[in-house]
């Protein structure tokens, strides 16, 4: 345990991408913003500017929540958008169905998760058709109420503007909502190079958990919504669940600072192209077989057991226990340089050998 | 609305401790802890540091749950002392029952808030006494499970160890749990001058929100557990609420900065005295009446109507209008200074004229 | 404990109106219902016709759920007209309150009741009316979102139609909802003689729990919905809290008999009747006072302990320490003839010599 | 809808075992319960004899808490059994799954079920032993806490004692509790020839769902729990939920009949008995083919198009439409005779040819 609680150099981290610490330019804005008096809960000049930035960013007025995990932006959209008879429709592989405790059952007063399957971690459309009616109106069954796809998806897939819509499409003529899980947003946004109304709200999206934690910021994420209807509701939650800081200020300056001069998107294109770069590296050595091509900053790839216990004998941090015997998962992110890339896969290749 | 979003001198601002930015050293704090690569969710070395120095000034092993918000601590503390048909005892004025929108019943799955009453926001003893065992195994009604107290209280009162201690005694007695709201801790304890041992687990507190935000943290409270077998439940029941951050390094940075070389003291017994110093002042000045001696950083008094709106017009910043007519509210915090305190003793001075 | 778990002859038999068994006729009913194949979980004839028997009643269509407590009736009635960071507004002697565990808290996720004072257990209009806006739209603060009323109330007192309809306006104008708590309905109805329309949607009642359990049914109540919008989310909810009853008609049966040749009227009518017998002989016999007179079959008196005991020792059951010293509840029902009240009341003379 | 609400011939009537109506003698007890005046909420006769007969039927002291639906039994056998972040484990196509409008989830404050794959709709036990440890200790993850086994299953089948065990035993070994529910509990103890104790507490069961509401009861299921510790617990979340009846002694009676000289036994022996006898001629007829013996009273088979259409036009009512084209299922109960099964052989019969 000794060794795990320590400082692991970048070049040796890929865990996750919340190993990470914080952008400059975020941890400058945290400390100018600790210096005035400002009102409380939100009511403050960072707040607003917060806000107002991500209106620009979408192209329209949204309602903004700042929370301090994903897994509570995550909660209180589903909240929101389903009664406590419903149900969310999501892939099995999602991380409100497996990574977050039951967080979504706790913030909907006990609404059920129900598994859309699909391949690459991406709801199959199909399967959403067969789901999204099924046992509608039959008082002894949840009823389907909310989707909720992840873009970047946790197997690093992301969803095409055209594949958002249609799985919105299908939601909306059921009646559901559609909820994104985007604690990578920007990294799904960079590998698509579409725009973020166009990946949002232009495509269906009714609440958005918008992450900032894992590319750059320290400890805020934002719930966007684009249903006005849904905003008094959103904020009696939020305060409720202990998402309502007194010095909201903090929060704020980091999601400001974050959507700065696109250091939001200048370090998601990092990690990305970590990634990617990884991703060809690894292509050309034998016995390496990427289980995908990485279209974020998460790649999966199976390595024989020798060269797993060499990295891990160097002082590389990744998992390599959770899934078949071989698989293997990479993160990488903004604190990634080329070089700490090619320190990786000289590695590997000195270990396959 | 436009005056509202806006920065506030110090000299000005009387609202709330929580208009105050962060301590110097605490933003520093968290600029250093942003360098490095570290494994996330308080498997960090941020984090085991602060879990010392917690350990260290409550003199024993303590279990510790770093939250974003003094109401997430409370929830997640009463909800692990209490089952959905408890009942958590509590006084009428406190801040769970007040200004939390309801998030105790939230954490709890729906158990109730009682409330026993007492002068000066203190529970009474012969109050508590007739409290704790109503309806004791009656299973039509909910079952005294808890007793919260507010240290310092919402008036900005303190209990002594002594009274402490007899609460504690009554409720353990009677097979209830303790829960401490100590979101003003260390403005308590300065008040008393005993130590934070004294103060708790030697007094019988179980569970305890210890408040940093408000004394110079940015966006961080912990849940100080002396139980050891409410850990595991404590740990399920944070992540499952979203405040397990993935960052926890940098909710613990702050803890530990707050911690160390005694600033969480130095700041609130700027607070106090600060309070004590506006007290003092205003006892001297004719119409002006105080509610009590201030003994933490809260002090209440009455206001002729003219010297209110006096003060307002010369942009100074407090509550005023939530109780009688005439009760006006000012809160002090480690960024006040003595000039400042003057200026606002010589403005009432003016318009009291 | 061996003489509690007997049968008491109806003459000795004063603790509630539960006590009593059920009508001949709904007894009759019930086996009538036993005999023949129908579909489950409410579609079946028995159910149309108690629908219809209680649309008729209303004087409009309703939507009706039956359930087999009085306490799920209240329950689910408010988790449809309150959001969980929503407040209940209710008299602090109310059932709710006091004797169903937390019921309103868990059918609702956690909710919140607020008392709201008044003399004889009834909401006073003014206390109401100060209620209603208090908070509303303050996020840190639950909001007021329902109200709801006993009629009759505990202590045995009725609103009046016109009292119904000022605390209802009061409610509506400020965008709360009411629920009526008519445990006791029919009791309420015969002594104003009025209508149930007239008693409830007329005067702007939104849902009510119609009891009948307490007045010759077995363990059948019933939500009346007046508002078709609440019907979807009440079938739903109902299921969900088990309330769905698989041999639903042996529910509608009850109800259907209940509702047929006026039978619950004449019940009412004769526990009333026998409380008004009562009242009238205590307040003939010296050092007796009545709390109140009796307005439906629920009578307060003052007894002298030696009075109380002599009732005892001769085998009277009636509630006689749960309130101030000498405080005695009796309660009468459809069972009760002249006959055992004028024994009773030859019991009292007796034993106050 | 006007031919559904009305009541079918048994001889027609297949759709579900709750279509039959009560036992007669069961109409009796209930009738002769509602004579006299007894104490509410249980402390009655009624209820101490019910209890008294579960004991000796499980041939040692078990705690009884009588509801008035399945769902509520299972919702609260749960909610004792597994905190708001475990999980409970069980067949995907389990009642608790998939009929009950997430009431697990309601009454255990959010819980999450996750299905455990078998043949015949039974838990496999190598299934099982992969996912009573899965991510145990993972904070990250709900926590495996309760397994429950349905016996009989909804298609029909029943464990063995032995296999049981084997279940109880892995879960036990892991610290799981385990939860049978016993909707057709006395459909499956006959068609094993065991004890009710062996099915349960000898095989490692803590809380068994009761059924007699399928089995000739009206309205009554109890839960029964064979671990002391969760009484209290459980008579606290039954009046909570609104399942503590004022007239319990009318659930009661049932229970009471339902136990007495056998009649619960020789019901379930009829019903099962009607099975196997529609279950033989089937097997007879070409081109109709079972899915499974049926070892209690459910039987699933495949019909032609034609042949489901024939009964349909007969005025037989079945379930035809919820699985693959063409599955068909038939729910025999006590009221069926050889007569009836004879008629309906006859009608596949004529239908087939």
Not at 284 to 308: G, K, S, Y
Not at 311 to 316: F, I, M, S
Request: hydrophobic letters at 45%; glycine letters at 8%.
């Amino acid at each position: 345990m000794s060794t795990i609680i320590a400082t692991t150099p970048a070049s040796r981290a890929f865990i996750s991408d919340n190993m990470a610490g914080a952008s400059p330019e975020i941890v400058q804005a945290v400390a100018d913003a600790a210096a005035g008096q400002v009102l409380p809960y939100g009511n403050d000049p960072f707040t607003v500017s917060a806000r107002r930035r991500l209106s620009e960013i979408f192209e329209r007025d949204v309602d903004v929540f700042m929370v301090s995990t994903g897994s509570a932006a995550n909660g209180l959209s589903l909240a929101a958008l389903t009664p406590p008879w419903g149900s969310v429709l999501a892939h099995p592989d999602s991380h409100i169905h497996h990574d977050e405790c039951g967080a979504p059952e706790f913030f909907t007063a006990g609404a059920k998760l129900v598994g859309v399957p699909g391949d690459n971690s991406m709801i199959d459309p199909d399967a959403l058709d067969a789901a999204v009616r099924r046992k509608a109106g039959d008082v002894h069954s949840v009823q389907p109420s909310a989707v909720s796809i992840s873009q970047a998806t946790e197997l690093g897939s992301v969803y095409t503007v055209a594949e958002i819509r249609r799985l919105s499409a299908i939601a909306k003529d059921a009646g559901l909502r559609v909820h994104m899980d985007g604690a990578r947003f920007a990294n799904a946004l960079d590998h698509l190079g579409t725009t973020p109304a166009e990946m949002t709200w232009k495509a269906g999206i009714d609440v958005l958990s918008f992450g900032a934690t894992k590319n750059g910021a320290m400890t805020a994420d934002a719930i966007v919504s684009f249903d006005p209807e849904l905003a008094t509701e959103l904020g009696f939650r939020a305060k409720r669940a202990g998402q309502l800081a007194s010095k909201m200020r903090f929060h704020a300056a980091q999601i400001d600072a974050y959507l700065t001069d696109d250091l939001w998107l200048h370090n998601a294109r990092r990690a990305n192209a970590m990634a990617t770069r990884l991703g060809d590296g690894l292509k050309a050595i034998p016995d390496i077989a990427l289980l995908a091509t990485p279209q974020a900053n998460i790649l999966f790839c199976r390595l024989p057991q020798h060269v797993t216990e060499g990295l891990l004998a160097e002082g590389y941090v990744f998992h390599h226990d959770r899934w078949e015997p071989g698989t293997v998962r990479f993160v990488t992110s903004f604190t990634h340089s080329a070089d700490d890339i090619d320190q990786l896969l000289d590695a590997v290749r000195r270990h396959t050998r």
